[in-house]
């Protein structure tokens, strides 16, 4: 317990540096983030497919406030004080360790991430998972497909900032929802050069999760591609391995 309280406290400092080491590249982020309201009229970007002119719009200047958020350092004060006060948030195992960069190389900050298996707002009442930027909140252990698609979440804060929150959120009311539309559809998107900016938040998420699994010999959820039909998921695994 002792060891964990020190780690905390140690990463409260990690993550201030973190706010200065990142400021510029969320400004960057926050000036060119207009051209996100062109590109989600684009034919083939889906994270506002089924949204209306006006959502977008509004959706668009909501991502630009969070953008903001981000480059006061939001994300690392939000964790620095969940840290804390869910004492039981921890780092990854060993094992978790050894699978996510299995699937992600070093294109994640592992030593931000954290686990909440005690998540009592929200994971306890709704038996639900969220990421909140670089902690996974929960109740309970989580399965190990699972916990590579809460993974991608962070990759995508990893590389949009926080907008992943809204455009996640709004994935998960899409007709399709998580559904990626089996192989076929992953299939005819990469014909067309397309990769996963073609499919919501949501469903990105459950493509590298389908990865891992036809990897690892577990069930697809949304395909019943096996291993001839490897090298499709492989195609958009390259997105997040680095």
């Known amino acids: 317990m002792i060891y964990l309280l020190l780690v905390k406290i140690s990463f409260l400092f990690y993550r201030a540096g973190e706010i200065l080491i990142r400021v510029f590249k969320r400004i960057l982020r926050f000036l060119f983030h207009p051209r996100y309201l062109f590109s989600s009229f684009a034919e083939d970007l889906t994270y506002y497919k089924e949204a209306s002119l006006l959502t977008i719009l509004g959706l668009w200047m ?17 964790e620095s004080f ?30 931000r991430v954290r686990i909440d298996e005690r998540s009592y707002i929200g994971p306890k009442q709704k038996r639900m998972i969220y990421v909140s930027f670089y902690t996974i909140n929960a109740y309970g252990p989580m399965s190990i497909e699972t916990f590579v698609h809460e993974l991608v979440h962070i990759w995508q804060f990893e590389n949009v900032g926080s907008c992943y929150i809204p455009r996640a959120l709004f994935a998960q009311t899409t007709t399709m929802g998580y559904n990626y539309g089996g192989l076929n559809a992953l299939i005819l998107n990469m014909e067309k050069n397309g990769g996963l900016a073609a499919f919501n938040y949501e469903q990105q998420a459950d493509i590298v999760m389908d990865y891992f699994n036809l990897k690892t010999n577990r069930p697809l959820k949304w395909s019943n591609a096996n291993q001839a039909n490897f090298e499709v998921f492989e195609y958009y695994w390259k997105e997040v391995y680095d």
């Open 62 to 78: 909501l991502e630009w406030l969070i953008l903001i958020l981000d480059i006061v350092g939001l994300p690392e004060w939000y």
């Open 82 to 111: 969940a840290d804390i006060l869910k004492f039981n948030t921890r780092p990854l195992t060993k094992n978790e360790m050894a699978i996510g960069q299995s699937v992600f190389g070093s294109s994640i900050n592992w030593e």
